[in-house]
């Protein structure tokens, strides 16, 4: 790739519409970290609006046994059975660790929500051949591509001749 | 591979709009219905708790406004957008949401009537003072900002004073000071300048001109950059749980368009000045076509500012696209072309006509408008039809005369809106009501 000096040179992001919309389409299985149970709260509402649209959600909270009608996990390396993408809601410094272990129990994808872009944790990822998206929501990308997020007025930036899937 | 960026003929055409998923429609569907139904009561817990989103009540969201409120962010290069049923409603709602009693809002002295009384009179009678300055000076602005200071509302192009407001200065006062700078960008549209690549968080338009362009429908829109920190301590409103809304702490839900989806649910679902689906559909029949129309509307009108500069007959001209507006060269560094409004005084006949002064200025002006043959004399702006006007003693006859001259209104101007017709045609309208203004 043009531009990589060495290991430590983080590729950019793949967000582009294609990317997202080929993560968003065959990671059906997300573990989140740092789910909470409070219903306003973000990851409530990014994680409650994703099973809505038919995804699994995983809750990764030692504070709660179930969210969402799902068990909580106390870690990732808990999760009894495979999981398709991480997605995390934790302080920054915490990033790095929560890497490893999505590397570690086999995740696709690594997701560090909205306002968080650990580069560390991103070259962790994408070294171990994952999908690494940050400072992005998973619930607004999905709706921003798969429809919803049109309706609030957003900019989805989607230019199309098709008829949505 | 990073995704194409559309330039604004294509996303004036195509953003918000994909072909229609049940029936497979390439042009836009009106969605004529009030409502929309739920699937199953959790479905409808979730749209109301904002936890998925789409469609409950047409006053909320409808998927026909929906295109042009994603099409005008898109043209604004912005993160959102909410429509209103006007352009004055598009600036209540976003002043609304923003402020309450015992805030106070600095504004640019060269506004539009509407919004000069808006400020100075009925917000008023909610607790909330602005202070007029000199838009033409950032300074002024950054010496009445107060502690209790919460916006800075300005025009991009002044409707119809003609002033150019430095909106990337204007904006780094704002910023200094933690607060947004609020414009009205009517005049130019979003073909001609972008406030947001400039600085400016929030973008309000009168649909009702360029943007439907054809001078059949009233429409407003209220543009979010998504750059804002609603965070910053000053607007509890944005990041505290919501009376308005069952708790919702905007800012943290929705980030970068918190603003419009506050805008939305706490604005529009109770004042209730949402756009009527038909009207979003005929506002962006005009949206397709706006390039092309302004590209026409800067051509013909800078052929008119020439020649009224030349001619004898006329005192002065304003038109930011002549070299000599003092604003020129701000014009140019900003926009992509000068609009189609100019403002001209007719110079009353040298003798035998009435006396000189205000009064003789104005008269000559009136029978200017009062002579025109195909020149509509009404008070819009932004049609296929070239308008005239006389904004002292119509758009802004409820401002006294310190208020008008603040305004940037002259006893004798004249506005004009240039429209498609024919240069030529335009330019003999003109020759010909001057004829028969001063005589001569």
């Known amino acids: 790739m043009p531009g990589r000096s060495g290991p430590v040179t983080i590729p950019p992001m793949q967000d582009d519409i294609p990317t997202l919309r080929r993560i968003l389409g065959a990671h059906r299985t997300i573990a989140v970290v740092g789910l909470s149970a409070e219903w306003h709260r973000p990851s409530h509402f990014?994680?409650?609006?994703?099973?809505?649209?038919?995804?699994r959600i995983v809750p990764v909270n030692p504070r709660y046994p179930e969210i969402l009608g799902e068990t909580s996990y106390a870690r990732l390396e808990d999760i009894p059975f495979p999981v398709d993408m991480v997605d995390v809601f934790r302080k920054e410094d915490e990033m790095p660790a929560v890497a490893r272990s999505a590397v570690g129990i086999g995740a696709r994808s690594f997701w560090q929500q909205l306002g968080l872009r650990n580069a560390e944790a991103d070259g962790i990822a994408t070294a171990a051949g994952l999908d690494s998206v940050w400072d992005r929501c998973v619930k607004i990308e999905h709706a921003r591509l798969f429809g919803g997020l049109h309706w609030a007025g957003v900019n989805t930036r989607v230019i199309s001749a098709r008829r949505p899937v | 591979m990073a995704d194409r960026q559309f330039r604004?003929?294509?996303?004036?055409?195509?953003?918000?709009?994909?072909?229609?998923?049940?029936t497979g429609a390439?042009?836009?569907?009106?969605?004529?219905?009030?409502?929309?139904?739920?699937?199953?009561?959790?479905?409808?817990?979730?749209?109301f708790n904002l936890q998925t989103f789409g469609?409950?009540?047409?006053?909320?969201?409808?998927?026909?406004?929906?295109?042009l409120e994603e099409r005008v962010a898109a043209l604004e290069g912005a993160r959102a957008a909410v429509a209103c049923a006007s352009g004055m409603a598009a600036e209540t709602l976003a002043l609304t949401t923003l402020l309450q009693a015992g805030d106070h809002v600095v504004a640019g002295g060269s506004l539009y009537g509407g919004t000069?009384?808006?400020?100075?009179?009925?917000?008023?009678?909610?607790?909330?003072?602005?202070?007029?300055?000199?838009?033409?000076?950032?300074?002024?602005?950054?010496?009445?900002?107060?502690?209790?200071?919460?916006?800075?509302?300005?025009?991009?192009?002044?409707?119809?004073?003609?002033?150019?407001?430095?909106?990337?200065?204007?904006?780094?006062?704002?910023?200094?000071?933690?607060?947004?700078?609020i414009v009205d960008n009517t005049v130019p549209s979003p073909c001609l300048c972008n406030p947001v690549a400039f600085g400016?968080?929030?973008?309000?338009?009168?649909?009702?001109?360029?943007?439907?362009?054809?001078?059949?429908?009233?429409?407003?829109?209220?543009?979010?950059?998504?750059?804002?920190?609603?965070?910053?301590?000053?607007?509890?409103?944005?990041?505290?749980?919501?009376?308005?809304?069952?708790?919702?702490?905007?800012?943290?839900?929705?980030?970068?368009?918190?603003?419009?989806m506050r805008c939305r649910m706490e604005g529009l679902r109770v004042?209730?000045?949402?756009?009527?689906?038909?009207?979003?559909?005929?506002?962006?029949?005009?949206?397709?076509?706006?390039?092309?129309?302004?590209e026409r509307h800067c051509?013909?009108?800078?052929?008119?500012?020439?020649?009224?500069?030349?001619?004898?007959?006329?005192?002065?001209?304003?038109?930011?696209?002549?070299?000599?507006?003092?604003?020129?060269?701000?014009?140019?560094?900003?926009?992509?072309?000068?609009s189609g409004l100019l403002a001209f005084g007719v110079k009353p006949a040298a003798s035998g006509g009435p006396s000189g002064g205000a009064s003789a200025g104005m008269a000559a002006g009136v029978r200017f408008i009062e002579s025109a043959q195909f020149m509509s004399h009404l008070v819009n702006i932004g049609d296929t039809r070239t308008l005239i006007s006389h904004p002292a003693s119509t758009t802004h006859r409820q401002l006294d005369e310190a208020q008008q001259i603040k305004a940037g209104v002259l006893p004798d101007m004249v506005r004009i809106s240039v429209g498609l017709e024919h240069i030529d045609d335009i330019l003999w309208d003109i020759d010909q009501a001057l004829a028969r203004a001063v005589g001569v």
């Open chain 2, 200 to 260: 400016a968080d929030v973008v309000v338009h009168s649909a009702t001109k360029y943007l439907a362009g054809h001078g059949t429908t009233l429409g407003g829109v209220v543009v979010e950059a998504g750059r804002f920190d609603w965070a910053n301590g000053r607007f509890p409103g944005m990041t505290e749980p919501s009376p308005g809304y069952h708790g919702v702490k905007f800012f943290e839900t929705f980030g970068d368009f918190a603003f419009t």
């Open chain 2, 299 to 338: 051509s013909n009108a800078l052929a008119v500012a020439q020649i009224l500069r030349d001619d004898p007959r006329v005192a002065w001209v304003s038109y930011p696209g002549l070299p000599d507006h003092p604003q020129h060269d701000l014009m140019r560094r900003q926009m992509r072309g000068a």
């Open chain 2, 116 to 181: 000069v009384t808006l400020l100075a009179v009925n917000l008023r009678k909610f607790g909330i003072e602005t202070t007029f300055v000199d838009a033409t000076d950032p300074a002024a602005f950054a010496a009445a900002i107060r502690p209790e200071t919460r916006a800075i509302y300005a025009e991009t192009l002044g409707n119809p004073s003609m002033v150019v407001l430095d909106i990337a200065a204007v904006a780094d006062v704002a910023h200094a000071h933690g607060l947004p700078l």
């Open chain 2, 8 to 22: 604004p003929e294509t996303l004036a055409i195509h953003a918000g709009q994909i072909p229609d998923a049940a």
């Open chain 2, 55 to 67: 469609n409950v009540y047409s006053r909320l969201s409808n998927p026909t406004v929906a295109a």
């Open chain 2, 271 to 294: 004042w209730g000045a949402s756009l009527a689906p038909t009207s979003a559909w005929q506002i962006l029949q005009g949206v397709e076509t706006l390039p092309l129309r302004m």
């Open chain 1, 46 to 55: 990014a994680a409650k609006y994703m099973q809505s649209h038919g995804y």
């Open chain 2, 26 to 47: 390439r042009a836009l569907p009106i969605y004529q219905t009030t409502s929309f139904v739920f699937d199953s009561a959790e479905h409808a817990a979730s749209l």
